[in-house]
């Protein structure tokens, strides 16, 4: 079995039990900051409840990631949310079709709220399922030690009042509002009870956070992590959370990328992705600076093909430019295409970064373009493909299409040997970055751009 999550502090188990008058307690949990906490958290409300679907692309289509495939942001009274009640974006995972067949079992899964607030929503989808799905129960909790739920803090979820949901394929659904508050750096646990056997699941293959699965029945009220027998290391349904956030919270940025940015070379439920070492230095900045960090990452993915799920040309809007508040988004994927790919030129890349540049714009989105760090040393490295990157990487610094530049490969590159990483930022496989090389990049990115 994989390791549980660690124990909460006594002082953060005072506090929450303390402050449990809400259905979410504002307490943060694994010594995130009490006061950063406090601070996040917004205002209540009680907005109506809300669903999404896609538009276009059901089933196979929806499976193979087609262009065109939109699930679009809640909508309360045919009015965006966004603008309404100022949904924010405080959770979000990038989703293809995974082998995985459940049923008559409760998921319970934890996941980490970058940015606190009221009115928490949740998003399930069936985008990639062939059959519809029924959740009869959905609760959501404040993680105490692994399956374990904070005493007092499991409160159910409801969709247009009720406690079941059915989801056709190829769509996708928002909870309604759940009372009381979340912080930002919760370790919330969602539990979704299916009663019956779905295969063709849609989901998130590397998680790198333990998953827990029940025996059979309905275990999705109970605080305690006894009926939970089983684990994986994948996300089932679950693919998005938002809450109606304060006034100081300014939006959420969106990492768009591969396996670098999902989280590769950590270690499970470690919480060390690049991104979440971005959202602790966010945590600490100044209220009007305060943004929802959200990882869109896909090991494998490359920007022009789909392959290991959807590209990033087709999944870009469903991704990135769908989600509730979004304001930036940090583009740093294109490796996958080069180590893997026969490129004489980087015009094809070129031509698919601004397509997403242009459809970015279009909704007032500001994209920042990461450069592309070392690969030498990895198994498909060849001087030719070395080319290509370098070129790249001069392009996205010098072309002035993004409205601004991370310099990623400059801050965990070998400055004696640029082909290579550092020795401490290499997790030991000579592409993806160490827990080191991915505190590195998140330190690298200048909050001022955000």
Same mark, same amino acid.
């Given at each position: 079995m994989a390791r549980p999550a660690h124990r909460l502090t006594m002082a953060a188990l005072a506090f929450a039990v303390g402050g449990a008058t809400a259905a979410l307690p504002t307490a943060p949990v694994h010594a995130e900051s009490l006061a950063a906490a406090s601070a996040a958290a917004g205002p209540s409300s009680t907005a109506s409840s809300s669903t999404a679907s896609s538009s276009a692309a059901r089933?196979?289509?929806?499976?193979?990631?087609?262009?065109?495939?939109?699930?679009?942001?809640?909508?309360?009274?045919?009015?965006?949310?966004?603008?309404?009640?100022?949904?924010?974006?405080?959770?979000?995972?990038s989703t293809d079709r995974i082998t995985a067949a459940l049923g008559g079992q409760t998921v319970r899964m934890v996941v980490r709220a970058s940015v606190g607030g009221a009115g928490t929503r949740?998003?399930?989808?069936?985008?990639?399922?062939?059959?519809?799905?029924?959740?009869?129960?959905?609760?959501?909790?404040?993680?105490?030690?692994?399956a374990e739920i904070l005493a007092g803090t499991n409160r159910p979820v409801t969709f247009h009042k009720r406690a079941s949901v059915r989801v056709p394929p190829g769509q996708a659904v928002w909870s309604d509002p759940i009372p009381g508050r979340i912080a930002g750096g919760s370790a919330l646990v969602v539990s979704l009870h299916l009663p019956g056997t779905v295969r063709g699941v849609t989901g998130h293959e590397r998680a790198y956070a333990t998953?827990?699965?029940?025996?059979?029945?309905?275990?999705?009220?109970?605080?305690?992590?006894?009926?939970?027998?089983?684990?994986?290391?994948?996300?089932?349904?679950l693919d998005r959370i938002a809450v109606e956030a304060s006034g100081a919270t300014v939006g959420s940025l969106v990492a768009f990328g591969d396996s670098i940015t999902d989280g590769a070379g950590q270690a499970v439920d470690a919480n060390r992705r690049w991104t979440d070492y971005l959202r602790q230095r966010l945590a600490r900045q100044s209220a009007s600076r305060r943004m929802g960090v959200l990882n869109a990452g896909i090991?494998?993915?490359?920007?022009?093909?789909?392959?290991?799920?959807?590209?990033?040309?087709?999944?870009?809007?469903?991704?990135?430019?769908?989600?509730?508040?979004? &304001?930036t988004v940090v583009v740093y994927e294109g490796i996958n295409d080069i180590a893997r790919g026969d490129y004489t030129s980087i015009k094809p890349l070129a031509y698919g970064y601004k397509k997403l540049i242009r459809e970015a714009h279009a909704r007032k989105v500001k994209v920042l373009g990461a450069t592309l760090t070392p690969f030498y040393g990895w198994g498909t490295w060849t001087p030719e493909r070395e080319e290509i990157r370098q070129r790249l990487n001069t392009w996205i610094r010098t072309s002035g299409v993004f409205d601004g530049v991370l310099d990623f490969d400059r801050a965990v590159r070998d400055p004696e040997f640029p082909e290579?990483?550092?020795?401490?930022?290499?997790?030991?496989?000579?592409?993806?970055?160490?827990?080191?090389?991915?505190?590195?990049?998140?330190?690298?990115?200048?909050? &001022?751009?955000?």
């Open positions: 089933g196979r289509t929806a499976a193979s990631g087609a262009p065109g495939h939109r699930a679009a942001t809640p909508k309360s009274g045919g009015a965006s949310p966004v603008q309404q009640h100022r949904l924010v974006g405080a959770w979000t995972t949740l998003r399930l989808s069936n985008v990639f399922g062939a059959a519809p799905v029924t959740f009869s129960d959905v609760y959501v909790g404040v993680q105490a030690y692994g998953t827990y699965l029940s025996d059979p029945g309905n275990h999705a009220a109970e605080e305690s992590g006894e009926g939970f027998t089983y684990t994986s290391t994948q996300w089932y349904f090991a494998g993915n490359r920007l022009l093909h789909s392959n290991v799920g959807p590209s990033g040309l087709s999944r870009f809007y469903r991704d990135v430019l769908s989600q509730p508040g979004v &304001r290579q990483l550092t020795v401490s930022y290499d997790s030991g496989d000579h592409l993806h970055l160490s827990d080191a090389g991915r505190l590195a990049i998140a330190d690298a990115v200048n909050t &001022r751009m955000l």
